[in-house]
């Protein structure tokens, strides 16, 4: 399987690539569009602060490729916040693939959320063999707020879509390749799509 991590300069790739060989599965770093087009599964990662990271992307032309794709194509973290229509950090627009936008949580709680949490409200092939409250591992501040496009939930402070799903692209706010058991057949699931 042609497996394509998009390399745009917006961090921790290695421990993605990691979670993909212990599959069995050789996730190969590319910012060539005519690979990236080719790949039969495409992985949009993302660690970092939104505006740059949208920068970093229309400098290198993914920001147009990326919503053009056929094949499914999962966005992590940051990567699933800049497939949605607007974001509050750095008043970013986003790349309009999932029709919600993102906010910042509230100073009430301790920001960012950094550790495990549940999903719930599971309701995709992408969380075939995972629980509803299965743990995850997440570390972030802003967060897709809950939509029709959601496919699993989460709760810090409020209720929000830390899935999305749409055609044939998949967002999660987690970090699968760090969310122990329940992350790895989660990717296993995303190849298996």
């Given amino acids: 399987m042609d497996l394509k991590i998009v390399n745009y300069g917006a961090g921790n790739i290695k421990s993605i690539q990691f979670a993909f060989q212990r599959l069995g599965y050789d996730a190969i770093l590319s910012n060539n569009p005519d690979e990236i087009i080719k790949a039969d599964r495409v992985i949009f990662p993302g660690v970092g602060e939104a505006s740059s990271a949208m920068k970093m992307l229309k400098e290198s032309g993914l920001d147009t490729l990326i919503p053009q ?3 499914p194509v ?3 973290c940051l990567g ?14 986003g790349l309009g693939i999932f029709n919600v936008n993102v906010k ?7 920001v960012p959320q950094m550790g495990w949490n549940t999903v719930k409200n599971l309701k995709s092939d992408l969380f075939k063999n995972i629980s509803e409250d299965d743990y995850m591992y997440l570390v972030h501040s802003y967060y897709a707020q809950n939509c029709e496009e959601a496919i699993a939930t989460s709760h810090y402070e409020i209720e929000y879509a830390s899935a999305l799903a749409n055609d044939n692209f998949y967002g999660v706010q987690f970090h699968p390749e760090k969310s122990s058991k329940s992350g790895v057949q989660l990717l296993q699931n995303f190849l298996d799509l």
């Fill in 69 to 71: 794709l056929k094949q």
């Fill in 80 to 93: 699933m916040q800049l497939m949605c229509n607007h974001s509050e950090e750095g008043d970013t627009k």
């Fill in 104 to 110: 910042r949580f509230s100073n009430n709680v301790k």
């Fill in 74 to 76: 999962l966005g992590i």
